[in-house]
């Protein structure tokens, strides 16, 4: 919505200034003005037209911002719902059926981790990502794939340091 009501500004902005010469100028050429005072009237009425340009400007930068924001939600809900849906999905389908590479997947993966809106498991040597229930996971001191012993590895994320499997915990 921004990024269009930025373009009717700047094009508002354009057909003004367009304007603005003719009525301007062309009584220059006529002889009936000045072009001294065809400038000064250009100059003074050219900055009020500045003001939609610049916003527009603005409106069309900050459009260009939330449609990338709304991008990543986007994705961000679609792993989400493969996830939840599936129990468990390789990550080499996750970035097949997204469009994105193994290391997008992996961040859009850690950014929901960091906002407590996945719990679920990785092993990353087997390309795997587990959906589970937070509280199986916080009872759990041993890895699923290997029975090594599981070491916290930061906020809502617990690693197995032998296979390299993480937990996330919401």
Same mark, same amino acid.
């Given at each position: 919505?921004?990024? #269009?009501?930025?373009?009717?500004?700047?094009?508002g902005a354009l057909i003004? =200034?367009?304007?603005?010469?003719?009525?301007?100028?062309? +009584? #220059?050429?006529?002889?009936?003005?000045?072009?001294?005072?065809? *400038?000064?009237?250009?100059?003074?009425?050219?900055?009020?037209?500045?003001? +939609?340009?610049?916003?527009?400007?603005?409106?069309?930068?900050?459009?260009? &911002? @939330?449609?990338? *924001?709304?991008?990543?939600? %986007? %994705?961000?809900? &679609?792993?989400?719902?493969?996830?939840? #849906?599936?129990? &468990?999905?390789?990550?080499?389908?996750?970035?097949? @059926?997204? $469009?994105?590479?193994?290391?997008? !997947?992996?961040?859009?993966?850690?950014?929901?981790?960091?906002?407590?809106?996945?719990?679920?498991?990785? $092993?990353?040597?087997?390309?795997?990502?587990?959906?589970r229930q937070a509280s199986q996971?916080? @009872?759990?001191?041993? =890895? @699923? !794939? =290997? $029975?090594? %012993?599981?070491?916290?590895?930061? &906020?809502? !994320?617990?690693? =197995? +340091?032998?296979?390299? #499997?993480?937990?996330?915990?919401?």
């Open positions: 919505m921004a990024r #269009t009501i930025g373009i009717l500004l700047i094009i003004g =200034c367009l304007l603005l010469a003719l009525v301007m100028f062309v +009584p #220059t050429l006529e002889g009936s003005r000045t072009a001294g005072a065809a *400038v000064l009237g250009f100059a003074l009425f050219g900055i009020i037209l500045l003001a +939609p340009l610049g916003a527009g400007l603005f409106l069309l930068w900050k459009g260009g &911002q @939330e449609a990338k *924001v709304a991008g990543k939600a %986007q %994705q961000q809900r &679609q792993l989400l719902n493969m996830v939840s #849906t599936r129990g &468990q999905v390789a990550i080499s389908d996750l970035a097949i @059926e997204m $469009n994105l590479g193994r290391d997008e !997947v992996q961040q859009l993966l850690y950014d929901l981790v960091g906002k407590r809106l996945f719990s679920g498991y990785v $092993n990353w040597d087997e390309g795997m990502l587990y959906s996971l916080r @009872e759990r001191t041993q =890895c @699923e !794939v =290997c $029975n090594g %012993q599981l070491t916290l590895a930061g &906020q809502g !994320v617990i690693r =197995c +340091p032998y296979c390299g #499997t993480e937990y996330f915990l919401d």
